[in-house]
């Protein structure tokens, strides 16, 4: 991309939160596990499937007590852009406590917590930005009002996990699922859509029910993630990758294409049954959105998040993830 007579990379805006992990039941015959989690998998992911011209801008917020962590984490990424930069808060960062009960079953407890964007503060930090990985990791990234503005004056396509939005936290920090209030609004800001199969149910009784009330408020795609089992698309009849979306002015509504909805399943090459599951989600999402902006369609790129997902089973934690997905080490 070329401005001002000036080849740049393309800048790809990341939104989530930096989690410190304290894992429980991971692996029986150990101790509690401590290490990153959050938006890290995604960032490694990221690190490992975009093309290289582009580049990782994190749009996030750190707690004071673990910045210089989180600095030195985007500084280990090849595609961290030169000014990549996290904005420190005067909060504890947030930590979470995951016990797992199963590879695909667990419970999460939050302490600490940093805040969410309000628009004035997202605004500036959109300069020069080509696309958007938003992945509601804490929930409260930032709220329908600020998503609202993001849709109106972003013109870039936006990709969203919405994750852990349909969780609510109790007061002694337990994570427990909650429906989403105004989910038709939240689906009016976003282009591709993704949920796990808890998530769906919480959104809407019946699979086809969510498909429509999403595309019909302007979602391209949706996809469902189904854990072993691969993942289910619904998109609109002209969406097949992102050249659909190309030329869009900001705040231009998605009118609804003619014609039926697209969907298939896309199931699993393999199955991972041994291993790490932490992040496998956010690994998908991160590798299916660096697959399409890398100019793939649909199926494959939800065939590369299956690949990668499967094989971030194979690694713990998420340090040195990226290097991991790209093959440059063959062990976790």
């Not at 408020?217 to 691969?230: D, E, H, M, Q, S």
């Amino acid at each position: 991309m070329e401005r001002g007579g000036v080849t740049r990379k393309k800048r790809l805006g990341v939104i989530g939160t930096f989690v410190w992990d304290v894992i429980h039941g991971r692996d029986v015959r150990t101790a509690p596990v401590q290490e990153w989690g959050g938006i890290t998998y995604a960032l490694g992911a990221l690190d490992a499937a975009l093309p290289d011209d582009w580049e990782i801008v994190p749009l996030m917020k750190v707690g004071y007590d673990l910045l210089d962590r989180a600095q030195e984490f985007v500084r280990s990424l090849q595609h961290a852009a030169p000014d990549a930069a996290l904005v420190e808060v005067p909060y504890p960062n947030n930590r979470v406590e995951l016990f797992y009960y199963s590879s695909e079953r667990r419970s999460e407890i939050l302490h600490g917590g940093v805040p969410g964007w309000t628009w004035l503060g997202l605004k500036p930090m959109l300069d020069d930005i080509d696309a958007l990985y938003v992945n509601f990791i804490a929930g409260f990234e930032m709220d329908i009002e600020t998503a609202q503005l993001l849709r109106q004056h972003f013109k870039g396509v936006m990709y969203c996990d919405l994750h852990s939005l349909l969780l609510t936290v109790q007061p002694g920090g337990l994570r427990t699922p909650q429906p989403l209030p105004n989910a038709s609004a939240w689906f009016r800001c976003f282009d591709v859509l993704q949920v796990n199969e808890d998530e769906m149910a919480l959104l809407a009784p019946d699979p086809m029910a969510l498909a429509a009330s999403a595309l019909g408020n302007g979602v391209r795609c949706l996809i469902v993630t189904l854990a072993k089992r691969g993942a289910v698309y619904f998109a609109q009849p002209d969406f097949d990758g992102l050249t659909s979306l190309a030329g869009r002015a900001p705040g231009e509504p998605v009118v609804p294409a003619f014609g039926p909805v697209r969907t298939a399943l896309v199931p699993s090459e393999r199955t991972v049954t041994l291993g790490d599951p932490t992040g496998c989600g956010d690994v998908w999402g991160a590798t299916c959105f660096s697959a399409l902006l890398a100019g793939a369609n649909l199926t494959d790129a939800i065939v590369a998040a299956h690949r990668a997902a499967a094989r971030n089973v194979e690694h713990r934690g998420a340090s040195g993830l990226a290097a991991f997905l790209r093959g440059e080490i063959h062990t976790a």
